[in-house]
């Protein structure tokens, strides 16, 4: 972990992200990215703090899984579900566009993030209900987020919103050809279910994502297409969201997103990423939520496999996901967490140089 670079909290990270979005609104020469980046963060800010109050008399609050690790338990009954705070003013500002823009390519997009936002609405809610850590069954969960990114894939690919070229840099990328259906099928539930699971500590989600969605902006700017510009802008406004968000869900948190907010801003990360053709760098820049996804993957095959071996299942990590394994070796979760957002804006910038030379 780093180890030398002290009380990097969530002030630092918003200083940080707000610097870096004035150094590109002036090296673009458009200052409407900070303004909506910065409004969306005091929209945020005050859709947050009033759906606390909300969310506390309704009591919609978390449980916590019994196989986790035995700290958390004292985040039973934390207010969860913040994800609708998230995504209503989101989804607002997109169909506001959609409408005035008539554009095929922001309509899709608004199709999928509502069916993930109500597939993660449902998972919260039969989860408070049922008085579990589980709402949806995973085969339901992975069979309904399938139904919404296949509609969505193959719309996009019949009008060719979809490129099967991947873009690696200006001069070359990757034909994938008819490859490109997986592909992004990988990418849009991947990416969706990768965020979910990053979820499981105070902050790291949401700081992430706030960094993501800067570095994914940024990129799409970076291509110089006028008609990509409007999903900068998307990305900026997510990027204030998710930071505003975070100055209530930093630890110790005082609330959750829920399935309802990380099933969301996956599914939006995926979406742009194939309509704007920025997945290859996307890849890069959720390194972070990628590296979560894969050591959950690697610890239920190890076991599975060691099970029917050795009749005894063996483990990698202490626990999956990494986050986790960290916990359980002794290090704190805030330091963990401010560690993961650092280590992700490393990503954040790597991407960019690399976008730059290649």
Same mark, same amino acid.
């Given at each position: 972990?780093i180890?030398?670079?002290k009380?990097?909290n969530?002030?630092s990270l918003?200083?940080?992200?707000?610097?870096?979005l004035l150094?590109?609104?002036y090296?673009?020469?458009?200052?409407?990215?900070l303004?909506?980046y910065l409004?969306f963060?005091?929209?945020?800010?005050?859709?947050?703090?009033?759906g606390l109050?909300?969310i506390?008399k309704?009591?919609?609050?978390q449980n @916590?899984?019994?196989e $986790?690790?035995?700290?958390h338990?004292? /985040?039973?009954?934390?207010?969860?579900?913040?994800?609708?705070?998230?995504m209503?003013?989101?989804?607002?500002?997109?169909l506001?566009?959609? @409408?005035?823009?008539?554009?095929l390519?922001?309509?899709?997009?608004l199709?999928?993030?509502?069916?993930?936002f109500?597939?993660?609405f449902?998972?919260?809610?039969?989860?408070?209900k049922n008085k579990?850590?589980?709402?949806l069954?995973?085969?339901?969960?992975f069979?309904?987020?399938?139904i919404?990114?296949?509609i969505f +894939?193959?719309?996009?690919y019949e009008?060719?919103?979809i490129?099967?070229?991947?873009t690696?840099s200006?001069s070359?990328?990757?034909?994938?050809n008819?490859f490109?259906?997986?592909i992004?099928f990988?990418?849009?539930v991947?990416?969706?279910?990768?965020?979910n699971?990053?979820?499981g500590?105070?902050?790291l989600a949401?700081?992430?994502?706030?960094?993501?969605f800067y $570095?994914l902006?940024?990129e799409?700017?970076?291509?110089?297409q006028?008609e990509?510009?409007?999903?900068?802008?998307?990305c900026?406004?997510?990027?204030?969201?998710c930071?505003?968000?975070?100055?209530y869900?930093s630890?110790?948190?005082?609330i959750?997103?829920?399935?309802?907010?990380?099933?969301?801003i996956?599914? @939006?990360?995926?979406?742009?990423a194939l309509?704007?053709n920025?997945?290859f760098?996307?890849s890069i820049?959720s390194?972070?939520?990628? +590296?979560?996804?894969?050591s959950?993957?690697?610890?239920?095959?190890?076991?599975?496999?060691t /099970?029917?071996l050795f009749?005894?299942?063996?483990?990698?990590?202490l626990?999956?996901?990494?986050h986790?394994?960290?916990?359980l070796k002794?290090?704190?979760e805030?330091?963990?967490?401010e560690d993961f957002w650092i280590?992700?804006?490393?990503?954040?910038?790597l991407g960019?140089?690399? /976008? @730059?030379n290649l």
């Open positions: 972990m180890g030398k670079i009380n990097f969530f002030k918003l200083i940080l992200n707000t610097f870096a150094v590109t609104s090296f673009f020469n458009n200052f409407i990215l303004g909506v409004l963060f005091f929209i945020s800010l005050f859709t947050t703090k009033n109050k909300i506390k309704l009591k919609l609050l @916590i899984r019994t $986790g690790p035995a700290n338990f004292k /985040k039973s009954d934390t207010p969860t579900m913040g994800g609708i705070f998230m209503v003013p989101f989804l607002i500002f997109l506001i566009i959609t @409408i005035n823009l008539s554009s390519k922001l309509f899709l997009l199709l999928s993030i509502f069916g993930f109500t597939t993660g449902l998972d919260d809610y039969l989860s408070i579990e850590n589980t709402g069954k995973t085969k339901e969960k069979a309904i987020q399938s919404i990114s296949i +894939i193959l719309l996009a009008k060719n919103l490129d099967p070229l991947i690696v200006s070359w990328g990757i034909n994938t008819i490109i259906l997986p992004s990988l990418v849009l991947g990416i969706s279910n990768s965020v699971l990053t979820d500590l105070d902050g949401a700081g992430c994502s706030g960094i993501v $570095g902006g940024t799409i700017l970076m291509k110089g006028q990509l510009f409007i999903f900068s802008v998307l900026y406004s997510m990027s204030g969201i930071l505003g968000f975070l100055k869900n630890y110790p948190a005082k959750f997103m829920g399935d309802t907010g990380s099933l969301s996956g599914a @939006i990360l995926g979406s742009i309509l704007t920025s997945v760098t996307l820049f390194g972070i939520f990628i +590296i979560e996804s894969l959950v993957m690697i610890q239920v095959s190890f076991f599975k496999i /099970k029917k009749h005894k299942g063996k483990r990698i990590f626990m999956a996901p990494l986790h394994h960290y916990e002794g290090v704190e805030k330091k963990i967490v280590i992700n804006i490393l990503l954040v910038i960019i140089v690399l /976008k @730059i």
